[in-house]
């Protein structure tokens, strides 16, 4: 049975870590510790700032700042007055943070100092990555503790997804949502206060921010918070720490290093995987060498974690396992009827971690929407007799890159503009390192220079898209391969420049 879910986000997670105040939560990489009771007063006094400027219940944050105990708090801290928390990767472009902004309208924006933000009427504070700026200035001379608020059932965050159409949509999660997913997940992987969790993740998407520091703060446990993944800091931390979560690209990269093995994991019991696809080869050379089995789950931006592989049980290299708890997956045809058991379909999702709409946009919400409440994924996949998930690939263009998402859409309406192109197709293909590469394949105008074009494409794209999308190879060709209706054949490019980063 669904438990009864309180209104405010911040007072399921304090209420949890309640005893624990005096216990570490944050251990950084200098050292230096951060307390449960340190970080619950950290958030009331930035709580108090927030309402200061004009921040209330439902009100947006937008917030584009590195990793540091302070912006754990500026999270918290809007979890306390029921604001709405916006988290944005820290390499998007003025252009792309511009959209972001018009269209949450936020009450107040917190940014890396120096960097430019849209012009307008909104507060901006800024925050940088050691944790000091404009909003830690005014949290340090405050004395005011903000109460937690009741939320009323408002959303708790939003975080931006694109789409086909290239048009970013706010995903607008709920506190159900969120505390749902946090409750099943802190159960199913068995957390405890004597975990101590390796945090290597960024804290803009729901993999580092929510799935692990609530899971983290469900169960008073400490985190071993490092600034971002770096081989030999990751290798410095495993010792005494007993989870790790992160994306395929860790798990390579680690075994890339000749020396790593068993005498790096001694003291950990669980490394899960996700926001991206585990390949099978990565997961067998782990166990190989290291005797652990990555337990990888599945999940998306829009509903949280869907499925994980079982914490006591089989973990089978190449699945995703079984629905959490209170979550219903089906898998059907392109007609929506049931797919019978191990035919690859379309993968949909019911439950209480499926968000709430998208923001602004009804129309979108609706389309991802059946009538009976199902979410459309757009991942294909197939169920076995027992309910384990199988992916099989997307049925859409996404590509995932490092576990990140990105949308060709979005980079072929900028590489369309380009003088001297007619036209393009950005693709993903396998990367031995990232999951997928991003290749742009266009098609010039006769006569024109490739070259120079190639030049031209990779400028435009600097002022416009964050580095993670821009194509790692650029093809120029005469022309696409298309279908009898006209349509651009992105399968076909795909086998044509499926060996272009694995040769």
């Excluded at 669904?2 to 200098?30: C, H, K, M, W």
């Excluded at 680690?254 to 093995?261: K, N, R, V």
């Excluded at 859409?409 to 900028?414: A, N, S």
């Amino acid at each position: 049975m669904t438990a009864i879910v309180p209104d405010n986000l911040y007072s399921v997670l304090r209420a949890a870590f309640a005893d624990q105040l005096e216990g570490v939560f944050l251990r950084l990489a200098d050292g230096s510790v951060v307390t449960y009771g340190d970080i619950d007063d950290l958030s009331a006094r930035l709580a108090a700032v927030l309402v200061e400027h004009g921040v209330g219940c439902g009100d947006r944050v937008v917030a584009q700042v590195g990793k540091s105990p302070m912006a754990v708090a500026l999270y918290l801290g809007c979890l306390r007055i029921g604001a709405v928390y916006v988290a944005l990767n820290e390499g998007y472009t003025f252009d792309e943070v511009a959209y972001f902004v018009a269209d949450a309208e936020p009450r107040l924006i917190v940014a890396r100092p120096g960097v430019p933000m849209p012009a307008g009427s909104t507060t901006v504070l800024t925050l940088d990555d050691a944790g000091g700026g404009t909003l830690a200035d005014h949290v340090s001379v405050t004395a005011r503790r903000q109460e937690i608020a009741a939320m009323g059932g408002r959303t708790a965050a939003m975080l931006y997804t694109s789409g086909t159409t290239g048009k970013p949509k706010g995903a607008m999660l709920t506190t159900e949502n969120l505390v749902s997913n946090a409750t099943a997940l802190a159960e199913l992987w068995g957390f405890s206060g004597d975990d101590v969790l390796l945090h290597a993740l960024p804290i803009f998407h729901v993999h580092g921010q929510f799935i692990a520091l609530h899971c983290a703060m469900l169960r008073g446990c400490e985190v071993r918070f490092l600034p971002r993944f770096e081989v030999g800091a990751v290798r410095r931390a495993l010792p005494g720490a007993t989870v790790m979560m992160g994306v395929p690209t860790f798990y390579s990269r680690l075994l890339a290093e000749p020396s790593f093995g068993v005498d790096d994991c001694v003291s950990m019991r669980l490394f899960i995987s996700g926001s991206a696809p585990l390949t099978e080869s990565v997961h067998h050379a782990f166990t190989a060498r290291t005797g652990h089995r990555i337990l990888e789950r599945y999940g998306m931006t829009e509903t949280g974690m869907i499925t994980s592989n079982p914490l006591h049980g089989e973990r089978i290299a190449g699945t995703v396992g079984y629905p959490l708890t209170d979550v219903v997956i089906r898998v059907v045809s392109e007609t929506g009827d049931a797919c019978p058991t191990g035919e690859i379909g379309v993968v949909e999702v019911a439950g209480p971690n499926v968000f709430a709409g998208y923001w602004g946009m009804p129309d979108k919400t609706a389309a991802s929407s059946r009538p009976d409440g199902f979410f459309v994924t757009g991942d294909l996949g197939s169920l076995s007799a027992d309910g384990r998930l199988t992916l099989s690939g997307r049925g859409t263009d996404l590509i995932i890159s490092g576990g990140l998402n990105i949308y060709p859409k979005e980079i072929e309406l900028l590489v369309d503009d380009v003088p001297g192109v007619i036209e393009s197709a950005v693709i993903g293909v396998p990367h031995p390192d990232l999951g997928d590469g991003v290749v742009a394949v266009v098609v010039g105008e006769p006569g024109h220079d490739t070259e120079a074009l190639v030049t031209a494409i990779r400028a435009t794209l600097d002022g416009h898209l964050a580095r993670f999308k821009h194509p790692k190879h650029l093809a120029v060709v005469p022309d696409l391969p298309r279908n009898a209706m006209g349509k651009v054949e992105k399968a076909t490019l795909r086998r044509t420049y499926a060996a272009t980063f694995t040769t």
